[in-house]
């Protein structure tokens, strides 16, 4: 149950695995050691859970923050969708976005990717006739790539004896391809720059354009959606919702507004933490689900990090990009505004998406290298019940953290009138963009905020405001330290930061660490 630290909640102050953290990550890791038999308290700093996977309310709006759109659960038999209704008791609900999930614009051009795998390539070769025998052979690598990271991932999960022996023979399948940049192999391939742009289109669902993202970073997010995209019923609060009964079922609690100063460490072996009201909560397990570089450098004892040169590891990886996020809220509902459920991919004209990147960075007055929006009042069947008369948006695109540095030591809400002036700047070119491609909304906004990488810190704890944890470069896959177990006994990871980007990473990676704390075959139960 879900409660407020504030509130002074009777609590024990013994459990059986503590979580710091009640992202997609720490919410499933409780969940499966809930339905072990395990007491798990997850602790949360917001005074909200779940995340990215949490929503927020403005004057009669809510938004997802990080939710826009789920794959591989619209079939019963898909191992996401099992997870997901392992995790909630079969009580999350999934709405399907219908036949095309993404359109990739370039300049004034759509291309729309269409939900089943014979679909997705007829359609694109209408756009590329000459690329018939290209497309095929990108799907057939693309699903190569995402077949060889099952093993991989699972090498993280098991005995350290069992990986010394085997884990090299289970990986090398995966760094054929995660050793290439996602360029090369489409540059292997295909010559046809303008195909390679819009295949790549996604790249803003892990971060990185083309020349710098790992092809297995690609290959997953590519073969994620082929068969379509979907939306949780009642938007993504529903899953804090769905897992917190099955979590609580087991004596367990989500405990908010609950920031933890420092993990306790006794003969390395992590044996509680301490809030940052001096309260100490023992545990048997600690996980943290807070990210690589936040539990190093924040939750862990200094002289801890010293000892395992942990600091060091931290050198081997850098962290995701960083963004900004328009939530518009409109009068009217989606069908009267005519807001369709398609993800818009928006991308300039000229240029491939790596230089596109550099000349923003370079200089961000000029064309945004993309923005990404998103419809979810559309996407939700709820919404209207919820919401009636009533419409949401929400607008995305990359930004250095560095823009937004010199504020970095002011509070929320309150960083000042040249800070404003930069949003505002933004919200503008961002609100042009929305209104060439949906026309019939401009007049129709009532409401609008713009979140900056700062927002993204002061809520997540991310140090740079990143919205993936590390960078999905090829290197990143050849960092072992990237796993559930740690050198202290008894402490572990969850996150992003050992699988991969976004929430079916997080999700999953929930399972490596619950198999990794049991010892037992989590996925044979699920």
């Not at 459990?15 to 007491?39: C, F, H, P, W």
């Not at 090299?168 to 192999?185: A, G, H």
């Not at 004596?251 to 509680?272: F, P, W």
Request: contains cysteine; glycine residues 8%; charged residues 20%.
């Amino acid at each position: 149950m879900v409660q407020s630290y504030k509130q002074k909640p009777q609590l024990q102050d013994a459990y059986d695995t503590i979580i710091i953290g009640s992202g997609m990550s720490g919410l499933t890791t409780a969940a499966i050691l809930a339905k072990e038999g395990q007491k798990v308290l997850v602790l949360e700093r917001h005074y909200t859970p779940g995340g990215f996977t949490h929503i927020f309310k403005r004057k009669g709006f809510e938004w997802d923050v990080g939710i826009h759109y789920i794959g591989n659960v619209q079939s019963d038999d898909s191992v996401l969708r099992k997870i997901f209704d392992y995790v909630s008791n079969h009580q999350l609900k999934w709405a399907d976005m219908g036949t095309v999930y993404d359109r990739i614009i370039i300049g004034d051009k759509p291309h729309d990717f269409v939900k089943g795998v014979e679909n997705f390539k007829k359609h694109l070769a209408l756009s590329f006739p000459k690329e018939e025998d290209a497309i095929n052979t990108y799907v057939n690598t693309v699903f190569k790539a995402a077949k060889t990271s099952r093993n991989f991932y699972l090498t993280k999960a098991i005995p350290p004896i069992i990986n010394t022996l085997i884990g090299w023979y289970l990986k090398r399948p995966f760094y054929k391809f995660s050793d290439k940049t996602t360029y090369e192999v489409l540059r292997s391939i295909t010559d046809n720059e303008a195909l390679i742009k819009v295949l790549t289109g996604q790249y803003g669902d892990y971060g990185l354009p083309p020349k710098q993202s790992s092809f297995s970073m690609h290959a997953s997010v590519a073969s994620h959606y082929f068969e379509g995209g979907s939306f949780p019923i009642g938007g993504s609060s529903q899953i804090v919702k769905t897992i917190d009964p099955v979590i609580a079922a087991s004596g367990g609690t989500i405990l908010v507004s609950a920031e933890v100063e420092e993990i306790v460490i006794k003969d390395n072996k992590a044996i509680g933490v301490q809030m940052k009201d001096g309260h100490v909560f023992t545990a048997k397990n600690i996980v943290s689900s807070a990210g690589i570089v936040t539990t190093y450098t924040k939750l862990l004892p200094e002289i801890t990090v010293k000892k395992h040169q942990l600091n060091k590891q931290l050198q081997q990886v850098k962290p995701s990009v960083a963004h900004v996020n328009l939530y518009l809220g409109l009068e009217g509902s989606p069908e009267e505004l005519q807001i369709p459920k398609t993800n818009f991919w928006i991308y300039p004209e000229t240029g491939d998406h790596d230089s596109c990147v550099k000349s923003y960075l370079d200089d961000l007055s000029q064309p945004f290298p993309v923005v990404y929006i998103s419809f979810p009042c559309a996407k939700d069947p709820d919404w209207s019940n919820r919401y009636p008369e009533k419409s949401s948006i929400d607008i995305i695109t990359l930004i250095p953290y560095e823009t937004f540095d010199e504020w970095s030591e002011t509070s929320w809400k309150k960083r000042g009138t040249d800070y404003e002036a930069i949003k505002d700047a933004i919200t503008k070119r961002l609100l042009k963009v929305l209104y060439k491609h949906l026309p019939q909304v401009e007049g129709k906004i009532v409401c609008q905020e713009l979140s900056t990488p700062l927002t993204t810190k002061h809520f997540t704890n991310y140090q740079s405001g990143e919205i993936y944890g590390l960078d999905h470069s090829p290197s990143r896959f050849r960092q072992t330290f990237l796993k559930p177990r740690t050198p202290i006994k008894n402490f572990y990871l969850t996150g992003q930061d050992i699988a991969t980007a976004g929430i079916a990473g997080a999700l999953f990676s929930g399972v490596l660490t619950s198999i990794a704390i049991t010892g037992r075959n989590i996925l044979s139960k699920i």
